[in-house]
Each structure stands twice: as structure tokens, then as C-alpha cells.
């Protein structure tokens, strides 16, 4: 690999906030280019592979489909290629057609092949947009990838990217936000000009050790030769006979370092290690530890009836939807009360997607905390016998948070998902992690994860995404947007 990595770029649209550097013009049609010598086409190509949506079939290289993201699970459903509405005949552009619920609680996006960039270049992007629907709006980025120095963690999510069509395991390392096209049922130009990075700071996410994790060999072969602990016999049980072999003896060979992070590293990739029994011993540390957080992990589309959730909110007409209230900071409590208001927002998330981020974490940190249930916050609440049979038990830890969970989800089970025991694991990818955190806290001789250091790299790939949705959560119809002439091009080389 050359000393200078390529480098790729996204491009989102979604709405915007205007910036200093960027322009919104009206359109106007494009008059018949002027003949341009080899070195002035070069300088004017566009980046983006497919922007006229000529390929067959159109949206070729265009992803549509995020079901990754339990938020834009039916997005697919809402974009298609159309000729009517252009801007002039024969252009296809991008439609955006979502009904009023999706429009208000989570919107759609598009995303454009990825296409290489350079570090330290200079770009200008562009995008004709028409918001045809009075209460909609668009959001657009650029978005710059960087190779994830973690492949082993390939969770698709919106910033993690897997290995795929040809392209390496990805990460998002930098964004830019456009001007705010006009509304209307005209066809504006927003553009911005930006810098991609020379170079950006990458945060280590992955939990396997490395060399220099574990910080006292000798103390730790001393405690995992101690089987009467739980968690340490069931760790001595899967070593290779060859790590047993040199910790027979005292003292421990130099060697023996590499291989406990080799078989320890093999266990953290097993498979998820908790159990209560086995850790029944060990004290979990206060802060969302992974093993805790696989029971709460309360995600975005787990608020599945937002507006229902806000609206008993609002009342407080129970003991528990009061407690919460007050239970909310500041920030939140203001959301839930304006929710569904004409109030003058600055976010640019939609109401219900701000809302929902904010619960998310609200109920999370809730869950993890002493047992939520009281009989007079309950009293209004039908429980099932499986939770009513846990609370006649002292859990702790893990279990606990379970448990709360569960009392949420009982007295709100129009608006909070249940969790499947595909949730109530940890996620996908997030295992290894888990695994790591537990052993942190039984044994202080192995490196807390949080204090790896960054990475510094470069950024290598870019894509262009749109993203509409709509503010207006009384309307009946559905909310429809338009853009075509996406556009990327070089202005400056990187020094």
C-alpha cells in the first residue's frame, strides 16, 4: 500500500444549516457547454460514478436499502427514479415519497456510490433540490470514510461500514453540512465548498488486547490458576495446553504473556461469557458496562409510538409517566412538552427523532440504576407473573437491569418495543467488547479499553447523501421531495 492513501467521499443530503462557505442559487436551465480543452474537462469531471442516473437500472451503485438501521428499515420503499417534475426533458431525477408518519418521525435518505478523494483536496459539491411539499425539508453532507483500523468490529451501522464491493472495512471520519435549499415547488442549487482533512484522529473501538493489555502477567496466571473462582475456572478450562504447560511452574517464563493475550483473545471472540452464576462474584463497574447494556440497550427503533409516548408524557396523568418527567433532564423534559408544537426548533434531527434519542438515553440510564418499581409508580400498571416473580427476588447487576427494562416495557406497551433475545444479547459485533469489559472488572492486571489511544490516518473514501422528512405531524398527505445534478469536483490538489 503507497504512503498516501486514496481517499473516498460520500455526499448526504439532508436539511442544512447555512454556512459561511456556501451558496444557494435559484436554477436555471444549462445553456450548451462551451468546448473545453483536455486539461479544463479533467478539472470540471464529476466525481460521482452514476449522477444522471443513466446506468441500468438507474439507481445503480445508489444505496437505498439501510435495514442495518432499524430506523430506515422500509426507506427503500419511499425513493425511485422519475422524469416528471424535471427540470428540463430527459433529466431523472430522485424522488422522495414518504407517508406522513415516516416523514415525520424518521425521513429517507439516498446515498451515492463511494468515489475517491483526496486528502488535503479541495472540493466544491452541488445538488438541485425542489421540496414540493410546503412542510418538508432537506438535510445534505459530504461524508469522508477512512479504512477502519478495526475490521475485525464490522458492525454496518451509519459510521461503520464492512468490507464490500471491492472496498475495504470503513469508518466515518468527517462530515460537512450544506445550505438550507429554499421550500417551494421551484428548483433551487445549494453548493458548498469544503477541505477534506490531511489527516484525522480514528478512536480505537475494538476490545481484543493487544500487547501491553495485560499489565501484570504473573498476577494474573496466579489468579487464573486460583479455579475455585467461577470466572477464573472457567477461563483456565479453555487455555492451550501449552499456556497451562508454562504456568505450571514458577517462576512464569517470558513467554507465557503472548500466550494468555492468544487463548484469552480466542475466549473474548467465543461467544458471550456471562452468565450470573459465573459472575455472580464480581462487582460491575457503575458506568453502562457492555454486560449490563446488553440487557438495556434501549435503541431508536425501540420507541416505536413516539408521539404516544409524549403525549401520556405530557399529561402525567400516572404516577410513572410523572416520576419519569421529573426523573428527565432539563433538555428532554423541554422536548417532551414542545413536542408536536410550532415552538422554533434549531436541531437539525425532526422532532420525533430528537425525542426518541433523548428517551433512548434517558431509559438507559434509568434501567441501570436501583429498581424502578415502587406499588404506588406501578399501581396503575397490569404486570406480567415473570416480572411480579422478579421482584420477589434481590437481583443485582445484570439481572436487575433486565428487570427494569422489563417494567418499562409492561407499563408502556404500545410505545417500547419488547426485547427479543436477539436484544437482550449484545449487539452484533459488540460480543467481543462485552466480553472485554467483564474481565476488566474482574481483573485489575488487564488495561482498561477506554484508554487506548487514537489513531491518526487518513480519510479514503466519500459518498453524497440526501435525506428528506417533514415537520408537520397533522398531515395527511404524503411528503415529497426532488433532487438531481449531483455533483463533485476538484477545485485544489492537497499540498
Known amino acids: ?95 422522495i415519497n414518504q407517508p406522513p408518519a415516516v416523514a415525520s418521525n424518521q425521513g429517507t435518505k439516498l446515498q451515492s456510490p463511494f468515489f475517491k478523494c483526496e486528502p488535503g483536496a479541495t472540493y466544491r459539491g452541488s445538488v438541485d433540490v425542489m421540496t414540493w411539499h410546503p412542510v418538508a425539508f432537506a438535510k445534505i ?34 462530515r460537512v453540512q450544506f445550505p438550507d435549499p429554499a421550500k417551494g415547488k421551484t428548483w433551487v442549487t445549494t453548493s458548498r465548498e469544503f477541505t477534506v482533512p490531511e489527516k484525522v484522529s480514528v478512536k480505537r473501538a475494538t476490545a481484543l488486547l493487544v500487547e501491553g493489555d495485560i499489565r501484570d502477567v504473573e498476577g494474573l496466571a496466579v489468579k487464573l490458576k486460583e479455579t475455585s473462582h467461577p ?12 499456556t497451562k504447560k508454562r504456568m505450571a511452574t514458577e517462576p512464569f517464563p517470558d513467554s507465557l504473556g503472548g500466550l494468555l493475550m492468544a487463548d484469552l483473545n480466542k475466549i473474548l471472540k467465543s461467544g458471550n461469557i456471562y452468565t450470573p452464576e459465573r459472575f455472580g462474584q464480581v462487582r460491575l463497574q457503575g458506568d453502562m458496562t457492555a454486560a449490563q447494556e446488553r440487557y438495556a440497550s434501549f435503541k431508536q427503533e425501540d420507541i416505536r409510538g413516539v408521539e404516544g ?17 421529573e426523573k428527565f433532564s432539563t433538555t428532554t423534559r423541554r422536548q417532551v412538552h414542545n413536542f408536536g408544537s410550532n415552538v422554533k426548533r434549531h436541531s437539525t434531527l425532526s422532532p420525533a427523532e430528537e425525542l426518541q434519542k433523548s428517551l433512548v438515553k434517558e431509559f438507559n440510564e434509568l434501567v441501570l440504576g436501583d429498581c424502578l418499581y415502587t406499588p404506588e409508580l406501578f399501581a396503575q ?28 416495557e409492561e407499563a408502556y406497551p404500545a410505545d417500547l418495543a419488547k426485547a427479543t433475545a436477539a436484544a437482550a444479547g449484545p449487539p452484533a459485533g459488540d460480543t467481543v467488547r462485552t466480553n472485554r469489559l467483564l474481565l476488566e472488572d474482574t481483573y485489575p492486571e488487564i488495561e482498561k479499553l477506554k484508554r487506548r489511544p ?18 408537520a405531524l397533522a398531515e395527511k398527505s404524503n411528503i415529497v421531495s426532488y433532487f438531481c445534478n449531483f455533483r463533485i469536483v476538484k477545485v485544489k490538489a492537497g499540498e
Open 381 to 408: 400498571v397490569r404486570l406480567s407473573d415473570a416480572t411480579q416473580a422478579a421482584l420477589k427476588q434481590n437481583l443485582r447487576g445484570p439481572e436487575l437491569v433486565k428487570l427494569n427494562r422489563a417494567l418499562l
Open 141 to 174: 453532507f459530504v461524508m469522508a470514510y477512512t479504512t477502519n483500523p478495526e475490521p475485525e468490529l464490522h458492525m454496518l451501522t451509519t459510521t461503520q461500514i464492512p468490507a464490500m464491493n471491492g472496498l475495504p472495512a470503513l469508518k466515518q471520519c468527517y
Open 1 to 95: 500500500m503507497s504512503t498516501m492513501k486514496s481517499i473516498y467521499m460520500v455526499l448526504l443530503l439532508a436539511g442544512c444549516v447555512a454556512v459561511a462557505n456556501g451558496q444557494i442559487r435559484q436554477f436555471r436551465p444549462i445553456r450548451p457547454a462551451t468546448p473545453q480543452t483536455p486539461a479544463a474537462t479533467a478539472a470540471n469531471q464529476n466525481l460521482i460514478p452514476n449522477a444522471d442516473f443513466l446506468a441500468n437500472p438507474p439507481l445503480l451503485g445508489w444505496r437505498t436499502d439501510f435495514g442495518f438501521e432499524g430506523w430506515y428499515k422500509n426507506n427503500k420503499d419511499y425513493v425511485r427514479i422519475v422524469t416528471d417534475h424535471a427540470p428540463r426533458p430527459g433529466v431523472r431525477v430522485v424522488e
Open 231 to 242: 470466572v477464573s475456572k472457567f477461563l483456565f478450562d479453555q487455555l492451550s495446553a501449552d
Open 454 to 471: 487514537d489513531v491518526t490516518q487518513r480519510p479514503e473514501y466519500m459518498t453524497f447523501q440526501p435525506e428528506m422528512f417533514g415537520t
Open 309 to 325: 409516548m409524549a403525549a401520556r408524557l405530557q399529561k402525567g396523568a400516572d404516577p410513572l409517566s410523572k416520576f419519569l418527567m
